[in-house]
């Protein structure tokens, strides 16, 4: 492939969990997938991680109410075996364990920048953006500008939609829902619930985040949801402290969330008390 010298093998060691991560996606993006840490084992009071694997995102087959057929742009994940484990040794380095590079999909080099992962704006795309939009210029014509300031579209790693994603955020704000309902399910089913922000359907591309309780029947129950213009700790910790004071002080008594450190860290500082446990 011509960059064999940077491929993951075993035996590996790097001074950080960070430079290992940025490693494998950099490679990630050479070869053409996206990565996604799988698990991190943390142990101790101050949760020190020792232990993190980190896959391609297709690693898991997700099943789908939607006949094949009728998919207008079908997706799934293949059970894709394409992973790294890492552990920190007793020197202190991140040491990779364990490598599988093989894939169980086929991978694109050339089509690896457009992946919604690796897509990305520099500063001066923001400005330009910014400024267009201020003097009326369509989404369309400054893509066209920042095309060819790029000299080419095989040289640019952004598409039309992530213009318009990025000033329809711009103009929307944080969004938290709830009703009565919501309040009155939460008193008798609230001691655990599931926080999800995986989902972003919506056009404008923002992290929908919704709570999830099981009810006395074993059935999910919708809680209440919201829409975040970023994924990070001070978007996390708005909408725990909206969740708060809808919930009138009441936080519960056990929380389940993915891997997103701004959760984590939002968790921490708004609901101390609570238990927080990862969905693997």
Not at 91 to 117: Q, R
Not at 125 to 145: A, C, F, L, W
Not at 237 to 243: D, I, S, Y
Request: charged residues 25%; positive net charge; proline residues 4%.
């Amino acid at each position: 492939m011509g960059f064999k010298k940077d491929v993951p093998k075993v035996g590996m060691c790097f001074g950080t969990i960070d430079d290992t991560n940025q490693f494998y996606q950099n490679y990630a993006k050479r070869v053409g997938f996206v990565t996604k840490i799988r698990f991190t084992r943390r142990v101790g009071k101050d949760k020190v991680p020792k232990n993190q694997m980190i896959t391609c995102n297709r690693e898991r087959k997700r099943k789908s109410r939607v006949l094949p057929i009728e998919k207008t742009n079908p997706r799934t994940n293949y059970n894709c075996p394409a992973r790294i484990s890492i552990r920190l040794n007793k020197e202190g380095l991140w040491i990779i364990s364990k490598v599988c590079l093989d894939h169980s999909h086929p991978c694109d080099p050339e089509m690896a920048k457009l992946l919604t992962h690796n897509r990305e704006m520099s500063m001066h795309m923001y400005r330009v953006i910014e400024r267009n939009d201020e003097v009326g210029v369509r989404p369309s014509k400054t893509y066209q500008v920042l095309v060819g300031e790029s000299w080419g579209f095989s040289k640019i790693n952004l598409m039309e939609k992530d213009i318009r994603n990025y000033l329809n955020r711009k103009r929307f704000k944080t969004i938290f829902w709830a009703d009565a309902r919501s309040r009155v399910a939460y008193e008798y089913f609230g001691d655990v619930v599931s926080f999800d922000t995986t989902y972003k359907t919506n056009r404008y591309d923002m992290p929908f985040g919704f709570f999830v309780e099981v009810n006395h029947h074993g059935n999910s129950v919708l809680l209440r949801c919201g829409l975040l213009t970023k994924e990070n700790s001070g978007s996390f910790t708005w909408l725990f402290n909206a969740w708060l004071t809808c919930m009138h002080g009441k936080a519960p008594k056990g929380i389940i969330t993915d891997q997103c450190l701004g959760i984590r860290d939002a968790i921490e500082n708004v609901m101390p008390e609570t238990r927080h446990r990862l969905c693997i």
